[in-house]
């Protein structure tokens, strides 16, 4: 019940900062903002995620048979929100109960601004994959599961 009215409540959020029209992205008042407009700022993420993370989670992060999607606006380790999914990648996966501890953490070996960077790329990618039709919208549905495409 707490869980469908979280999902409703950042629904809510997120259509009304979709509605301005944002240059930036973010899942509540609160969370990490990224410029997801500033071309640099996504080619300098696409760049180190063709780097450091596609080897796992595939190209434009589509996923893979062993790494969830990180492009299709579904985030379930942490939570779907900038601040999480920054959170993810500074300290990786750790197991918890049944799931995590395949990630390793990428705090030493990349800064802040890279991982925003990171952040911003994915989030960039996961709209334009929406928009074209490549992938349902992820907002219409919840969804309590990573995704790990065939
Ligand atoms: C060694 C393979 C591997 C590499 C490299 C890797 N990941 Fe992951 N990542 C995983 C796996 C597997 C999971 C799912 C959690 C688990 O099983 O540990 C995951 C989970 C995640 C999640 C959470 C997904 C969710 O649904 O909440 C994010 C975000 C993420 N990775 C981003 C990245 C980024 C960004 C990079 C590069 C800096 C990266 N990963 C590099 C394997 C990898």
Redesign the pocket.
Known sequence: MLKITTHSLILGLLIVSWGAGAQTHQMNPLDLAVPIADEQAVAEGGEI?SE??S???GGRGVGTG???C?SCG?????GNTNSE?YE??YSG?PRTGS?????GA?SSMLDKSEIIS?VTYLRATERARIASGEISDPYAENQDA?VFPD
């Open positions: 995620f450091k993370c080897a796992c989670h062993r790494a969830p990180v579904k985030f379930m380790f942490r999914i993810t990648i996966t799931r995590g501890g395949k990630m990428f990171l990573m």
